[in-house]
């Protein structure tokens, strides 16, 4: 496959391009900057996904985006304006679009309340959230020919808790899975995982699912 990946260069999206490398795929990186150690057989693209036309070179020629960024920096407040007009172009483009999003809109138990509203998120990422949450209706609301899914990670997850690959992840749809510990976790090399999963054998069109161990 075609992939092209939004945020490459990230914590999720790093990991993404070298699953998706080593899996044989044509890969390409959009991101603000180079990273200090390119994933090999992967191209690289700079530039800023506020600028139209950077989005439009990202879903041309390709049969999959798949959007990792992180609405911190210079795209706080920003992202949501992002992928409102990525979700047009890839509709019209007729590529396959898929989206991180984040783990507090799930619920912790069938039926149950969100995780968000059991563990409400520190005032200085609220805003940041929040742009996961919302996230979900945007999509949901969008023209019925786009292919898209959306994954929630574990609750922990990221740089600060790297943690291992496994090889393995369980999925969830909308339900919060934890371990034997009550933990919910997964590193970024079997997120990746499940990522490409999803690309190479499409179980989830226009919904979201949930992985961790």
């Not at 080593?22 to 200090?36: C, D, F, K, N």
């Not at 922990?156 to 510990?181: H, I, K």
């Amino acid at each position: 496959m075609r992939i092209k990946v939004l945020g490459g260069t990230g914590y999720a999206g790093s990991h993404i391009v070298r699953e998706a490398v080593a899996r044989g795929h044509q890969v390409t990186s959009y991101s603000r900057s180079l990273p200090e150690a390119p994933v090999e057989g992967a191209v690289y693209r700079t530039g800023n996904v506020l600028d139209d036309a950077f989005l439009t070179e990202a879903v041309a020629d390709t049969d999959a985006v798949f959007e990792a960024l992180s609405p911190r920096g210079e795209l706080e407040g920003k992202l949501e304006g992002v992928r409102d007009r990525l979700i047009p172009l890839a509709a019209k483009a007729g590529v396959r679009l898929g989206i991180l999003a984040g783990a507090s809109s799930l619920h912790v138990a069938p039926g149950g309340p969100r995780l968000l509203d059991v563990r409400p998120p520190a005032p200085e990422i609220r805003g940041e959230v929040m742009t996961g949450v919302t996230l979900l209706e945007t999509l949901r609301d969008s023209p019925e020919e786009l292919d898209w899914f959306a994954v929630s990670p574990a609750a922990s997850f990221g740089a600060w808790v790297p943690g291992e690959a496994t090889g393995a992840y369980r999925v969830s749809q909308d339900v919060l899975l934890v371990d034997e510990n009550g933990d919910s976790k997964i590193s970024g090399a079997d997120l990746a995982l499940a990522v490409v999963d999803e690309l190479e054998a499409p179980a989830h069109r226009r919904r979201r699912f949930h992985v961790a161990y």
